[in-house]
Each structure stands twice: as C-alpha cells, then as structure tokens.
C-alpha cells in the first residue's frame, strides 16, 4: 500500500509539473505568434533571365536575322551551285568567254554572301550585347520580384542558385511568378 501511495503521489506530481510547463508554454507560444515571423521567399534569377530575355524584342529580331541569314545562304548557294554547273558546261563546250563571265558571277555571289552574313552578325551581335538593353532587363526582373514579394508578403528573397543555401521548400519559391508577372507587363507593350 505504501508504495502505491508513493507512485501515485509521484505520478501526481509528474502530471502537475506537466500542466505546470503547459500553462506557462502557452503565454510564450502566445507571444511569439504575435511577432512577425520573417516570410522568405527564393527566386530563380538565371531562368528568369533566360526565359524572360528570350522574350525580348531584340531577341526575337536576331531571332528572325538569324533565319534571314540561313535563307538567304540556302538561296545564294543554291545560285552559286547553278552557276558552276552552267561553268562547267561551258568549259566543256570551250566557250572561255561563257566561262569567265561565269567566273566572275560566281566570285561576285561568294562575296555578296559573305558580306551579306558578317553584316547581319554584326546586327545580331550589337542587339543581343547592347549594355543598355541588359541594364534595363536586369532592373525589370529586379522590380518584379519586389512586386511579387510585396504582394505574396514576403520579406525576405533569396537566390535559388546560391550555394550557401543548403535546403528550400518548393512553396517559397516564387520564380514561376515572378516571370509570369514580367511577361505580363510586356504583353501590355
């Protein structure tokens, strides 16, 4: 009977210090839900860069330059190809004259492509490295995360990439948003 008494009377104090801890736990937890918790958010930049550049109006200009080129070389070469058969011919049938003429045609369409394409790569060259044009690039993927990270309640966003960062949740990654967002704006262009 004595060391029933004994349990119990332990078994109650164990259960007074429990309740005990609760109670004064519960003021703190109480406390801290008051304070505002840091919400972090992590972003993407380098596939927003990529996906959003892509986009862009001097993008889709060397795009298209790009194709110009290719079509135009298919074309010129093709002419070129003909001009050799037709020089051909004439050296066969030793008209030297024909031959020439043909010659001379056929150095003059090498030289017009040639032209033809450093012009246009220069062209894509000056679109797609134009400073100005990346600054300002920068700046809108920079003032598109601020928007979503206001507007989500974020305060805090951090790099995705950044190899400090050790482990994320998929839900604070707002990268999705953040390039729906710009492109948005741009379809209002």
Not at 16 to 37: E, V
Not at 148 to 161: D, N, R
Request: hydrophobic share 40%; no cysteine.
């Amino acid at each position: 009977m004595k060391i029933k008494t004994i349990n119990m009377n332990k078994n109650n104090r164990i259960i007074k210090n429990i309740i005990i801890i609760f109670l004064l736990m519960f003021p703190l937890t109480a406390i801290f839900s008051q304070q505002d918790i840091p919400r972090i958010g992590v972003v993407d930049t380098s596939a927003i860069y990529i996906a959003y550049f892509d986009s862009t109006t001097n993008i889709r200009i060397a795009k298209e330059i790009q194709n110009d080129i290719e079509e135009e070389s298919v074309r010129i070469r093709n002419e070129i190809t003909e001009l050799k058969n037709r020089k051909l011919e004439a050296e066969q049938a030793q008209n030297t004259i024909e031959a020439l003429r043909l010659t001379n045609l056929i150095e003059e369409k090498e030289q017009y492509l040639n032209d033809y394409i450093q012009i246009k790569n220069d062209r894509i060259i000056q679109l797609i490295s134009n400073d100005a044009m990346e600054n300002s690039l920068y700046t809108e993927i920079t003032a598109a995360i601020r928007h979503v990270a206001f507007k989500k309640g974020y305060t805090i966003i951090l790099e995705k990439q950044n190899p400090i960062f050790l482990y994320y949740s998929v839900e604070i990654d707002i990268t999705e948003e953040v390039l729906e967002y710009l492109l948005s704006l741009s379809e209002d262009d």
